[in-house]
RNA sequence: CCGCCCAUAGCUCAACUGGAUAGAGCAGCGGACUUCUAAUCCGCAGGCUGCAGGUUCGAAUCCUGCUGGGCGGACCA
């Protein structure tokens, strides 16, 4: 990674010019960046050290830049430093490195994009975690895909990454969920039945009746509702669980863990976890509720976690998961919600700081809600109501591919308009294709390449000096970043970046083949243009794979 | 009434988290296939970054106040 040796030279240079006693010693905040600037006649990089230090030491920034411009200077690594503008340092890298680093990038295999910027941390993803009490909509897709992108990312950027999924298979909506299947249940058998408006409308609540019926008969017709409920709870969220399941395989998210809130309380978790903060000061009673002091930590409101019916609320089980989550060592939390939940982040981080905690172990992502548009249209959605989109639909229409590439070319804050027409549109001007083509073309130049009887010979045999147009020169560039993009996407926990990135070398790749031929009439050239054209292709794959969408050879 | 998020080209979104002349893709207009895949490329056009102040070397980005939209605010989840 070019750009971290950059910021290690012009930081070293820097002290240098404190031991020298050229300045006086300030430190260095993190707000020093050395990044590619926007315009091309500044140079690859620039740095901003001087204009961030210049002022505490009350000095001119471009005197400092020249100071630190002059101790670089020797570094063979550049062709020429300017300092620019109010006091940027821009640097201009020798064409020849980044030709040798082409080498150096094949080197590294499959294994580059990966690094150790997250040290081995241990980082757990809790996503999704949608109730079982129907199946997953849109949003919920949004979710699973930033979810499981940023796992993969955060792996590639050495992180260690668990992913968990929470399951609400106990409570109040558990009990509703039950009795409707009863309903229909009875239902099925000719019975006339009051179905109440707040109960599960959707027609999967009536498969799975006529599923039990066909499994069981009729043997619970006679049985009073009470005895029977929790057969109906358990087998509905048994089906409806592997259901889930099944569209996040289909949809390439995968899980580490599936956590069930019912256990945290047949640990008896909860209930201990209460008492503890109640012995901590946190717990009050007030009208016969158990409430959490939220407002002494941050909160603006205090909450109830035990009703004075005696039932503990869903917040209870939230203080109780996050703790077990917490004991089990992880250095960093985070959990994707749905932004209409983000009420909750206040009262969950005074929840852990009530246990003891630093609050920023818990990160929380809020994915912002998903407009499905049809025909310019934004079609309804209301879970209750059984009127929505299913992440299914969405699947067998538009496919698993379109699909996680929409949702992850926005960051996840913005609301996200899911234009149907466009996902399932197979030309133009679907995003996805772009970058996939891209992938495709140069699998293609090689499948042309053997046909003709020409392989890639060992790089260290191939001229790469012959890589020298400004299309060479550009997509050389573009390749270095690559594993700084995954760290920096890690790091700031956004995975969509890894899109743009891609759209951006799928860009440079798609200009540089009308441009010229990778299979040149001259030997030397196609092989080094092969290697050039091997090592991109291989960042594709990569870069896909990380988006969890595929990378087709052909299309 | 209170709180959180958003507002950038006609549309959907970027801008490396305070950096230099705000960029892409669609849509529009004009060009490029007897040569490795035209699901592509090249060019043109498109902007007072919702409005008004403030902070500093420097603001789409930070602070304040407005305007407009989304979402929250139960002993519901």
């Not at 950059?6 to 240098?16: D, F, L």
């Not at 206040?346 to 920023?360: S, T």
């Not at 929505?388 to 949702?407: K, N, P």
């Not at 790749?509 to 009308?514: A, E, G, P």
Request: proline fraction near 3%; aromatic fraction near 10%.
């Amino acid at each position: 990674m070019l750009r971290n040796r950059i910021q290690e030279a012009v930081e070293k240079a820097y002290r240098e010019g404190v031991a020298k006693g050229a300045f006086p010693d300030v430190s260095l905040s993190a707000s020093h960046q050395v990044v590619p600037p926007k315009q091309e006649v500044h140079g690859d990089f620039a740095s901003n050290l001087a204009l961030i230090t210049a002022s505490r030491l009350k000095r001119s920034p471009r005197e400092m830049a020249g100071c630190l411009a002059k101790t670089l200077k020797s570094d063979p690594l550049f062709d020429k430093i300017e300092v620019a503008g109010p006091g940027f340092l821009n640097f201009f890298i020798a064409t020849t490195w980044w030709q040798k680093n082409l080498r150096t990038i094949w080197e590294a295999g499959d294994s580059y994009g990966e690094s150790d910027a997250g040290n081995g941390r241990l980082v757990q993803l809790e996503f999704v975690s949608a109730n079982p009490t129907g199946p997953l909509h849109v949003g919920h897709g949004r979710g699973a895909a930033v979810g499981d992108s940023l796992a993969r990312v955060l792996k590639a950027a050495g992180f260690n990454v668990e992913r968990e999924y929470y399951i609400n298979d106990i409570g109040n909506q558990m009990r509703t969920l039950g009795a409707s299947v009863y309903l229909r249940y009875l239902e099925h058998f000719g019975h006339e039945v009051e179905f109440p408006e707040e109960y599960y409308q959707g027609d999967y609540i009536r498969d799975i009746a006529s599923s039990i019926a066909s499994g069981e008969g009729d043997r619970y017709l006679d049985m009073p509702q009470e005895s029977c409920l929790t057969f109906f709870i358990d087998t509905a969220v048994k089906i409806i669980a592997s259901d889930i399941r099944k569209d996040l395989e289909e949809f390439r998210v995968h899980y580490d863990n599936w956590f069930s809130e019912k256990t945290l309380h047949e640990s008896g978790l909860v209930d201990r976890t209460i008492s503890e903060l109640q012995d901590k000061g946190y717990i009050f009673e007030e009208e016969g509720a158990l409430w959490f002091r939220a407002t002494a930590l941050g909160d603006e409101k205090d909450r109830v976690v035990k009703r004075s019916n005696g039932i503990l609320t869903y917040f209870a089980s939230d203080i109780a998961y996050h703790r077990h989550k917490l004991e089990r060592g992880y250095d960093l939390l985070v959990d994707i919600w749905g932004a209409d939940h983000h009420g909750y982040v206040a009262r969950v981080k005074a929840a852990i700081r009530a246990l003891g905690y630093q609050e920023d172990k818990l990160h929380v992502l809020l994915v912002q809600l998903v407009n499905l548009l049809e025909g310019g249209k934004i079609k309804a959605m209301s879970t209750r109501a059984g009127e929505f989109v299913t992440l299914r639909e969405v699947l067998d229409d538009v496919g698993s591919d379109a699909a996680r590439f929409i949702f992850l070319t926005r960051r996840c804050d913005s609301h996200l308009d899911f234009d149907l027409d466009l996902a399932r549109s197979q030309t133009q001007e679907n995003p996805v294709y772009y970058v996939q083509y891209a992938h495709a073309r140069l699998s293609s130049v090689f499948r042309n390449a053997r046909e003709q009887g020409i392989s890639l010979t060992k790089p260290q045999d191939i001229d790469i000096s012959l890589l020298s147009t400004p299309e060479d020169i550009k997509l050389l560039k573009q390749l270095d970043a690559f594993p700084c993009l995954v760290a920096d996407s890690a790091l700031a926990l956004e995975p969509y970046r890894v899109s743009y990135y891609l759209t951006e070398l799928a860009g440079q790749l798609h200009s540089y083949y009308t441009r010229h031929r990778f299979i040149a009439d001259d030997e030397d050239l196609t092989q080094a243009r092969l290697l050039l054209a091997d090592v991109t292709r291989r960042i594709f794959h990569k870069g896909l794979g990380l988006l969890g969408v595929s990378a087709p050879e052909k299309m």
